[in-house]
């Protein structure tokens, strides 16, 4: 599993679309990763790994046909805590944010997801995007 996570984004959807690996083992191992190294360096601050299973199993039992050359083929991405994710908490990097849950997904998730990505976490920002520091 360790393999998976040292996989570049092109080689990870090569195999996925081989069917060599599937994106639930990809969330698997990105869990696994996240989980031994995150405390550390704080990068992750929101996971969202149950929705992203559902995506993923979305995907097994319903795979696209003709899929586009550009197609993910369900390869897990995180999203900057500046661009919302339905169903996920968005904070915009600022306290006064800590508790709200996006009620939809901003165009820029839509179209990854629609392209076949997981979004499996949000990534940490300084507050409102402005600035250099996270906390």
Known sequence: MDTLCKLTAREAISKLKLGEITPTEMID??????????????????????????????????????????????????????????????????PIHADHISTHSDYLVERLEANGAITIAKSNTPEFGAGSHTF
Do not use: M
């Open 29 to 94: 191992a990105a869990e696994k990763r996240v989980l031994e190294t995150d405390r550390k360096v704080n990068a992750l601050p929101t996971l969202c790994f149950e929705q992203a299973r559902n995506k993923a199993n979305y995907f097994l039992e319903h795979p696209v046909k003709d899929p586009p050359p550009h197609y993910l083929f369900g390869l897990p991405i995180a999203v900057k805590d500046l661009v919302e994710v339905s169903g996920v908490r968005t904070t915009w990097g600022s």
